[in-house]
């Protein structure tokens, strides 16, 4: 068996007003990833304005999610269901396959704001290369309360959502907060100019807030695919010009207790030259092994 490519992609308000030439070269960035597997988020649309023909929310989605699959020469619908789930603000989570790699029908389950309360939204479908099955996740997490408040309850669904039966899972997004390990991802914020939206990050105790990654890691036995694989560290944001936030690393591949470790190769984020201005965030890249998955 060989050995399968999964990439996760902020796209950075994707097809959001007129940058074409932008939203050309995030297109070509993803396709360019040449993956199996693709997440993204932030593809964007808004609600219908009152008192117009616009499409819904949704149907809008729907129609994007369709346009960067065609974009980037990859399937997004499993028996006409697109695989995608609705934010509850405009930013919105899809995910994205190659040809002969098809989810199991009927398997794909939405996490959204209504009815299960997320900030954002997260979606998962089950895969089943050469017959072994394993869950996927694509999803983002609340950038304002990214600790012990709607991190917190958006970290209890992906729980819901990854740990719920036997399969094995591979879980990745866009968390907006830093994982529980203080000596991999120490706080950067301290030697940073202060900017007002660092105070997001932090909890009551004045410092940095990383119960969300306690919930998803230590109670939820999530375990987080770049340390598993030893992989360098490397920062998925802070290099873009509109993010006013020191680098760090805050969209993470996360394996279920039930993902055999041999079956994670490697963990690698995407050079920061590659991406440009295209996007804030670098892509991450996780190479499986299919055969090391149970049968």
Known sequence: MRELLLASVNAFN??????????????????????????????????????????????????????????????????????????????????????????IAGSVRRFERDPAGMWHSFVTC????????????CGQLSPFDPGLGWGWRDAGQVLRAMNGD??????????????????????????????PVFAYQ????????RSTA?????LGRLRDAAR????????TTGFHPADPHPPRRIDRWYATHRMPDPAIRSVRVLD????????????????????QLPE
């Open 14 to 103: 994707l097809y959001d007003g007129d940058e074409t030439e932008r939203f050309a070269r995030i297109e070509a960035l993803i396709a360019g990833l040449d993956a199996d597997i693709v997440a993204v988020q932030e593809i964007i649309a808004r609600p219908q304005e009152p008192g117009t023909t616009d499409p819904g929310k949704r149907d809008l989605a729907a129609t994007r999610v369709r346009r960067l699959a065609t974009a980037i020469d990859r399937y997004c619908e499993v028996d006409g269901d697109v695989v995608f789930a609705v934010g509850g603000g405009v930013h919105h989570a899809a995910l994205f396959w190659r040809a002969g790699m098809a989810p």
């Open 228 to 235: 598993i694989t030893n992989s360098a560290w490397a920062p």
């Open 202 to 209: 932090y909890g009551p105790d004045g410092t940095l807030d």
């Open 272 to 291: 920061h030259e590659l991406v440009g201005d295209a996007t804030d965030h670098a892509p991450v890249l996780l190479t499986l092994d299919p055969a």
């Open 166 to 195: 036997d399969t094995p899972g591979l879980a990745v997004a866009d968390w907006n907060g830093f994982g529980t390990d203080v000596d991999y991802d120490p706080d950067p914020y301290p030697a940073a100019e202060w900017h």
């Open 214 to 218: 306690y919930r998803l890691e230590r």
């Open 126 to 137: 089950v895969f089943a290369p050469h017959g072994r099955r394993m869950r996927v996740g």
